[in-house]
C-alpha cells in the first residue's frame, strides 16, 4: 500500500516538475491526476442479510452455510469469515474480495465439517476496506452470532436391537476372573497358597510330584477393558475413536459387563465397574478429552499391569495401528484376549496410501482386529463384538 502511495505522488511530482521548468499548464494540472485516488478515503460499508446456516449436531457431519453481503461507498472490500481448528472447510470458500463503487452485493458460501467436539464459534466476520490507491485501509468486525456445539455420537439407542443381530467372533469372553467359583471346570493348574485345600486334584498333584488344583469358572459377567488412545498422532480421528469407544461402553455395560477405562497418553484408569452410573462416568470423562498426550503402550502397560491380573478382561485398543507399537504390546497381554480396532482414513493420495500400507504391517499377525473409517457409522461394530 505505501509503495502504491508513493509512486502516484512520484509521478505528481515529476509532472508538476516538468510543467512548471517547461511551461506547460497542462502538465501541471496533469500532476493532480495521481493524487486523487489519495484523496478519497476508504468509505465502503459492508452490510450483512438474513444468514443461511444448516447447524449440525454430531461430530463429523456437514453443515452449509450462505452469508449475503449489501456493499455501499468506494474502495477495495477483504471478507473473511473465520472458523476455528475444529472446522474443515469441504466446498467454497470462507473469504471473499469486492470492488466497490456505489451499490454492490456478494456472498460468502461453504461447506464445512465439524472435526472436534464442543463449541465452535462462527461470529466473527472480519471486513478490511482499502481506498481505491490501496494506501488506506479500515479493519472492523460483523457479529454474526453464529455457533455450533458438537456432540460425540453415544450409541445408548437400539442396543438391544443391535444386540439380537451380533455374531461374536471372540469366544467365552462373558466368564469372571474374580468371583464365586460355578460348576463348570475349565482347567487344571498349580497350587496357590490362597486356593481352598478343597479343590486339590490329589491324583494330578501324585501325577506331576507337586500340588495341582482344579480351577473352575467364576461366576458373573468377565470384565471389559477399553484402552482409548489420546496421543496427539489422534488429531483428526480422535472424534471416531470417541464415537467407537461410547458404542463399546454402552453395548458392553447394557449386557451387565464391567466396564473399565484408560486413557492412552493422560494416564488415567478409570476401573471396572457396572451400571448406569458407570456410563455416565466414563461418557463424562471421555468427552472432555482431546489428543493431546505422549505415552507408549509399553509405558501403559507398566500402569495397568496389575489390574489386568486381577480382572483378566477382554481388552479393545482403539487406536491408529500405523502408529501405536500395537504387536509388542499384545505380546505382553497375549494372556489376555485382546481385539485391536484401528481408526483409518483411506484415500487415493500417496501420503494415504503409505498409510495403509503401514497399517496393514502393523496389524498383520493379530488375531482380532477391525478397521473403521473416519467415514464410517460404528454400527458395523454390532457384528463383531462379542
Not at 181 to 199: A, C, H, M, Q, V
Not at 292 to 311: P, Q, R, T, V
Not at 328 to 335: A, Y
Not at 362 to 378: C, K, P, S, T
Request: aromatic share 10%.
Amino acid at each position: 500500500m505505501k509503495y502504491s502511495a508513493s509512486k502516484a505522488v512520484g509521478a505528481a511530482v515529476f509532472l508538476l516538475l516538468v510543467g512548471v521548468v517547461l511551461v506547460i499548464p497542462e502538465f501541471v494540472l496533469a500532476a493532480v491526476v495521481p493524487l486523487i485516488p489519495l484523496l478519497v478515503p476508504p468509505v465502503a460499508k459492508i452490510k450483512v442479510e438474513r444468514v443461511e446456516f444448516e447447524k449440525p449436531e454430531f461430530v463429523g457431519e456437514v453443515f452449509s452455510i450462505s452469508i449475503p453481503l449489501k456493499f455501499y461507498g468506494v474502495g477495495v472490500a477483504k471478507i473473511y469469515h473465520e472458523v476455528g481448528e475444529g472446522i474443515e472447510i469441504i466446498e467454497g470458500k470462507n473469504y471473499s474480495t469486492a470492488f466497490i463503487f456505489g451499490f454492490g452485493k456478494g456472498s460468502i458460501r461453504y461447506k464445512g465439517r465439524v472435526r472436534k467436539i464442543g463449541k465452535h464459534n462462527l461470529s466473527k466476520l472480519k471486513v478490511v476496506v482499502e481506498s481505491l490507491s490501496l494506501s488506506s485501509e479500515k479493519a472492523y468486525e460483523v457479529d454474526l452470532n453464529l455457533e455450533i456445539e458438537a456432540k460425540s455420537r453415544i450409541f445408548g439407542r437400539r442396543l438391544k436391537e443391535l444386540r439380537a443381530k451380533a455374531k461374536s467372533v471372540m469366544v467365552d469372553i462373558d466368564r469372571a476372573k474374580i468371583g464365586v467359583p460355578g460348576t463348570d471346570f475349565k482347567e487344571i493348574r498349580e497350587y496357590n497358597f490362597s486356593d481352598p485345600l478343597k479343590f486339590i486334584n490329589w491324583k494330578a498333584s501324585a501325577r506331576f510330584g507337586k500340588l495341582m488344583v482344579n480351577e473352575f469358572e467364576k461366576e458373573g459377567k468377565k470384565a471389559v477393558w477399553i484402552i482409548l488412545d489420546a496421543n496427539d498422532y489422534m488429531e483428526g480421528f480422535f472424534d471416531k475413536a470417541l464415537e467407537v469407544c461410547s458404542f463399546l461402553v454402552s453395548y458392553y455395560a447394557t449386557r451387565g459387563n464391567k466396564v473399565g477405562l484408560y486413557a492412552l497418553g493422560k494416564s488415567n484408569f478409570i476401573y471396572p465397574d457396572f451400571g448406569k452410573r458407570q456410563v455416565k462416568k466414563i461418557f463424562d470423562y471421555i468427552t472432555s478429552l482431546e489428543a493431546e498426550g505422549d505415552e507408549s503402550l509399553d509405558e501403559a502397560y507398566e500402569k495397568m499391569k496389575k489390574m489386568l491380573y486381577i480382572y483378566e478382561p477382554l481388552i479393545y485398543v482403539i487406536t491408529r495401528a500405523e502408529k501405536a507399537n500395537l504387536k509388542k504390546f499384545v505380546r505382553k497381554v497375549s494372556k489376555f484376549k485382546v481385539v485391536v480396532i484401528s481408526i483409518k482414513r483411506d484415500g487415493e493420495s500417496l501420503g494415504e496410501l503409505t498409510l495403509m500400507l503401514a497399517r496393514r504391517r502393523a496389524l498383520r499377525g493379530i488375531e482380532h482386529r477391525l478397521e473403521v473409517d473416519v467415514e464410517e457409522r460404528v454400527e458395523k461394530l454390532a457384528k463383531v463384538v462379542a
